[in-house]
Each structure stands twice: as C-alpha cells, then as structure tokens.
C-alpha cells in the first residue's frame, strides 16, 4: 500500500511533482503512465525517501519509507536510472544489498536463477546489455521478498521473451497479495499488464481509474458501415446526435448509434450491409488525447498542438 | 528460462532481518573487495610503500662512499625507512574518495540508500571498514618498509637505526596511522563533492597546494600558522623528531583527528540533508 498525499517536489523553478494525491492498492497491478519528463521517476524517488518532497507526504505500508526497520522486506525497488556500481560483477552486487538486510547468499542465487542471469552473474555488471540490467534490477526488487514494488519501467530494454516473462512476472507478485505499482510511458503495455491506472502529467494527477473505466471513456462510439446502398442507409440514418461521413464510396463513419441500431435499420429498409463494426479508440489515443496538455517536450510541429496554442 | 508459461514463481524468503550498523558493515566489507579498483589501489599502496624504501635505501648505501659528511649528515635512516609513505598516499587518498564516489558516478548510490534508508549507517560503514582494512594492510606494510631499508643501509653505522630505539616504534607505526586518516579524511571530502576528480582535487588543493602559497607570508605569520595547515599536522603524526615550529606527534594527531572529524560532520549532515 502506498498512500501519498498533496506530494511536491520542485527543482528550482520546475514543479516535476505538483501536488499529487493517490492511494495504490495490494493485490493488483497498478500502472504509473505519463509521457516522459511527468513525473514519474520523481514521484518514485520521493516514495523511496532518496528526494525529500518539497511539500505533502508519502508513506509505504503505513509509515515512511525510512522509517521501516526491514526496507527492503517492504518495498523492492526498480529504478529507471541505473543503480549499480558497474565495476562490481552481479553476483556481489546483489549481495552486497543482501547483506545489509541478513539475506543469505542463497537467496542471491536463487534469484539469480530467476531472472536467468546465471551465466553472467560473476562478470561485471558494467559489461550488461540494457535487458541484462534490466534483469538485475528485478532480482534487487525481490531480494527481500517485499510486501510491495515499485518498478520504474522495468520493461525498457527487454526483448519481446523478456516483456512476456515480465508481465507473467507482475501479475504472479499481484496475485500473491503484493502492491505492485508499475510506471510506463506505453499505454500498450499497461492495458496488457495492469488493472487499475494513475496517469500523470507534469506532475499533476489526469485519471485515477480502473483500465475498463479508462476504455469506455475513452471509446469515440464510431461505427464503420461497408454498404452498396450507402447513400440510402446514410439518408435512413440521420437524426439529431448523429454524425456521418464518408471517405470513399460505398463507406460510412456513424457516430451517435450504436451497431445494433444500425444493423436494425439497414434490415427494416432491405439494405444490404458487408460490414459492421464498432470502433473502440486505442488506449494509446485516449492516452495521447489525455495527456496531450501535459506532455513536456513536444514536437513543434505538431498540427493539433499548434492549434491549440493559437487557440 | 520458459517463458510461454503463465505462472513466474518467486521463492518466499523468511529470513529478512532488519538492517543493523553491523550487516551494513559487513555490506561495506564485500562492496570494498569486490571492486578490481580497490584491490588494486591497495596493492598499489603496499608495494610501493615498501618498494621506494628499498629504492632509496639501496640508492643511500650505493653512494655512501663518496658522500661528503655534511651529505652523509642530512640521511636519516627513518626518512629513508618512511620515504614510500609519500608515494604511496596518494593511492590511499584515492581510493578513500573513490570508495564513496564511485558510488556516486555509477549510481549505486541509490541501491545503496534504498537498502539503508536512514544512510548514516552506510557513511559509519564506509569508514569504519576502510580504516580496519587499511590499517590491517598498512601495518605490515611500514613494518616491512622499515626493516627492509635497514637490512640494506644498517651497514652503514650511522644510519643503522634500532626499531627498539626511543620514538622508533611510534613513528613507524605512525606511518601508517597517517595513512588511515588521510584517506578517511579524503573520503569525506569524496561524500562532501560527490565526485571523483572534484574530490582529488580538494584533497591536493589543501594539502600540496596550500603549503607553497604560505611562503608568502611573513616568516612569523609562517610558524604561527604552518604547524596547523592540514599538510603539516597530519605529517606530525609519523615524524621523529620535531622541532619549535612544527606539533609533536601526539599533537599533530589531535588536530588531524579534529580535521577529520570535522570533515566527516559535514559529510553527514549533507549526506542526510540532500536528494540522492
């Protein structure tokens, strides 16, 4: 469980942090989204107690972070930055952090043959591919077995076997009672693994919602219609609220009914139809849509941005 | 690694205890011998220390002959016996800021508070464990210095020195007390600067650059202040003899233990203060 309240940080004259207030629950995979530079590697710093907020409060499991006598036995940690001292081989890294905690070395193996680093373990860890990092990272979260993870995109640098194997890997710890809270920049990749979001933008709170809630708002309610009558269907159709056009012959985009709707009048009228299929907007658009307000460095050229600013 | 299964078992682990001064201690001991860069500073420090005595003993005893007196008058068997101290410290120093720096550059400085939230446990760590291992080593090492340079100039008897003789033993020893602290001191001043050559640098500047620049002052200002000057103090604790402008070694440690211990104090604060 972590709870933060009214959390700040600023950076001389940047608000990274600007008063973000959320809860994240055990039992379930809880996605942290936002376009980079939101906040989100700030936001874990502060939960880990490695930056002081500026203003408002953060506690895991019911207490500051510093103030847990085991930390590691509460929160496993993945950060984005790499934390390792690259002369020093994996094996000794590990446990290095192990034993500050009284975790046996067999316990560094164990999760060594985890995260199937077994090959590498005793070069240095200076040497290691991004996924190899990656992986290592993943084997400090869990040595103390912690009540809760907080793994700053564990997916960068992964092959797509590695993603998979991550995702089983989130869902298993969720399943087992743990908080898992998970920061992404890819939409696609949450909507995969999490089940519940808080998405972020310049530090400030855009959704706290479940990712069906976040589907169904996000959903434009669009139906392609594929039709050799489809002047007549469209003339059938309108209505107030309902919006259609046409980008080639014999093709319709109806919004304001729904397929059921459609279909029902095309069968009333004799109307031949070859398609019918409700559009759901990506996560990635609603994500795009949500945040595009906030994102930080944005292409200049952008169209709709730029119509934004001369709006 | 078969991924195509759903199920990723993570083994429960029973056993996390909590952390305590003395697991962190034993963190810090596995941290400093893991790292090729320490073994080799230490190595480093242990041969040449031993190694440029011998130098100049053997060079001392080859030209003995054809030294003239007041020459023959300005050897002393103890300066040639230390003479690998003041190489070999600047090894030591860099090891002390790199122990806390090379955390620093490589980012395991944020492992490393993760595991030990409160911090300060890390930093008495760091030290205690860098000043058990060098003074271990170091020890030794002087010891040996000493007896090797005099197995090669004892042939000489002016410059055959007794270790039993008054004051012999503690300066020897002394050597490597010297030793400890300097880089203990330089470790602060790594955790202070958090970087490598930042810190190196601060060392040189107080201790080789600052000693020149007092010549310009005026040869009274000179005594008051030079005995005092880091440099100076420190060097205190392995000398011999001293003189009406310079501390006894008794003295000389008591100030560069303050030095240290106030480096060491603002080290701490900042390390508990700052953002990591």
Redesign the interface.
């Known amino acids: 469980m972590i709870e933060a309240a009214g959390l700040t940080k600023v950076y001389g004259d940047t608000r990274a942090v600007d008063g973000l207030t959320f809860a994240v629950r055990p039992g379930i995979v809880t996605g942290f989204l936002g376009p980079n530079g939101a906040g989100k590697s700030t936001t874990m ?1 502060l939960v ?5 907020p500026s203003a408002g409060d953060v506690t895991v499991n019911g207490k500051h ?2 103030e ?6 509460e ?1 496993g ?1 993945l ?1 984005e ?9 994996a094996y ?2 590990l ?3 192990a ?6 070395k067999s ?1 560094v193996n ?2 060594i043959d ?1 995260v ?1 680093l077994h090959q590498v373990a005793r070069k240095r860890a200076g040497s290691f591919s991004l996924g190899m990092g990656q992986r290592l990272g993943i084997a ?1 979260a ?1 040595l ?2 912690p009540a809760t993870l907080l793994l700053d995109e564990p997916a960068n640098g992964l092959d797509p ?2 993603i ?2 991550m995702r ?2 989130l ?3 969720a399943a ?1 009672g743990r908080t898992v809270f998970v920061s992404s920049h890819l939409m696609s990749e949450m909507a995969l693994t999490a089940d519940h979001l808080i998405v972020i933008g310049r530090g400030h709170l855009i959704a706290d919602t479940s990712v069906n809630d976040l589907v169904q708002r996000a959903s434009k309610k669009l139906v392609h219609v594929r039709s050799p009558q489809a002047a007549r269907l469209r003339e059938l159709v309108a209505a107030d609220g309902v919006v259609v056009s046409s980008i080639e012959p014999g093709f319709l985009e109806i919004g304001g009914l729904t397929a059921e709707e459609i279909g029902e009048t095309a069968a009333r009228n004799g109307i031949v139809i070859h398609e019918l299929t409700p559009q759901q907007a990506s996560l990635e658009e609603a994500f795009m849509q949500m945040t595009s307000d906030e994102v930080e460095f944005k292409a200049a050229t952008h169209p709709s941005s730029d119509a934004k600013e001369a709006a | 690694m078969t991924s195509a299964s759903f199920e990723v078992e993570v083994p429960r682990y029973a056993h996390v205890g909590n952390v305590t001064q003395l697991r962190v201690a034993l963190s810090e001991w596995t941290k400093l011998h893991s790292l090729r860069s320490t073994r080799w500073s230490l190595f480093v420090a242990v041969v040449l220390t031993i190694g440029f005595s011998a130098l100049f003993a053997a060079i001392t005893s080859s030209h003995w002959g054809s030294m003239r007196p007041h020459e023959r008058l300005d050897r002393h068997p103890i300066d040639i016996a230390q003479a690998g101290i003041n190489v070999s410290q600047l090894a030591i120093v860099v090891l002390g800021v790199l122990v806390i720096t090379g955390e620093y550059t490589t980012g395991m400085i944020r492992a490393s508070m993760t595991a030990v939230p409160k911090r300060l446990p890390v930093l008495w760590a760091k030290l205690g464990v860098f000043a058990v291992v060098t003074f271990v080593l170091m020890l030794p090492t002087v010891l040996a210095a000493f007896f090797v340079s005099q197995a090669i100039v004892s042939k000489h008897a002016p410059l055959k020195l007794a270790f039993s003789h008054a004051g012999v033993a503690r300066a020897v020893i002394g050597g490597a007390v010297y030793l400890v602290l300097i880089g203990m001191f330089a470790m602060a001043l790594g955790a202070i600067i958090r970087n490598t050559a930042g810190g190196i640098a601060a060392f040189v500047g107080l201790f080789f650059v600052v000693p020149p620049l007092l010549n310009v002052l005026p040869t009274s200002w000179q005594n008051a202040i030079n005995p005092y000057i880091p440099n100076s103090a420190f060097r205190s604790i392995f000398q011999l003899t001293h003189g009406s402008h310079s501390l006894s070694p008794a003295g000389g440690l008591a100030v560069s233990l303050g030095y240290t211990a106030f480096a060491i104090a603002i080290a701490a604060i900042l390390l508990v203060r700052r953002d990591t």
């Open positions: 710093r880990l107690g490695l930056d002081a972070y510093r847990h006598r085991s930390p590691m036995h929160v940690a950060l930055a790499r934390s390792v001292h690259t002369g020093r081989s000794y890294h446990l290095a952090l034993e500050t905690h009284g975790i046996s316990r164990d999760l985890l199937g400090t869990l103390g077995d076997e590695g998979l194997w089983n890997l869902k298993s710890l087992e």
